[in-house]
């Protein structure tokens, strides 16, 4: 598996494949996934992890307020044998962009998203529309 700088076109062929709860979570701000796809190009620096030709996740950091907004969504079925993958990208972001934090948010009955968040280091500052905010200090 290798991580790479996300393009237009790995972000449009994790749409069709993308795990149920990442499209539920991007269909509260996206009502089109295409246009979610192209947003993740266009509004900040993103990575995929691609494994042969199937994108098999993706994340990066959109700049909002001034912060880096954490996000990352894979296809149905990638699981704990991508974690440590995930956290390769994770890294990578961490060290891009020259924030002094991070925040993301992650729905509030996706205890998995959750933990993982924690485990990233973020800390719960909240909850906001039946999502639990987390920031990062870098």
């Known amino acids: 598996m290798k991580v790479v700088q996300l393009t237009l076109e ?3 062929a994790l749409v069709p494949v ?3 709860r990442d499209r539920e979570e991007i269909g509260i701000h996206y009502a089109d996934l295409n246009a979610w796809a192209r947003s993740r190009v266009e509004l900040g620096v993103a990575w995929a992890l691609v494994d042969g030709e199937e994108v098999i996740a993706a994340g990066g950091v959109i700049t909002n307020a001034g912060a880096g907004v954490l996000w ?3 296809r149905e079925g990638w699981a704990r044998r991508h974690i440590r993958h995930a956290l ?6 961490k060290g891009f962009g020259g924030y ?3 925040r993301c948010r992650c729905a509030m009955e996706n205890r998995v998203a959750c933990a ?3 485990r990233l280091g973020f800390e719960k500052t909240g909850t906001d529309g039946g999502l639990v905010t987390y920031r990062m200090a870098l």
Do not use: P
């Open 88 to 93: 390769r990208v994770f890294d990578v972001i």
């Open 10 to 12: 790995h972000a449009l």
């Open 116 to 118: 993982f968040a924690e």
């Open 18 to 20: 993308l795990g149920a």
């Open 72 to 74: 990352l969504a894979g």
């Open 100 to 102: 002094s934090a991070l």
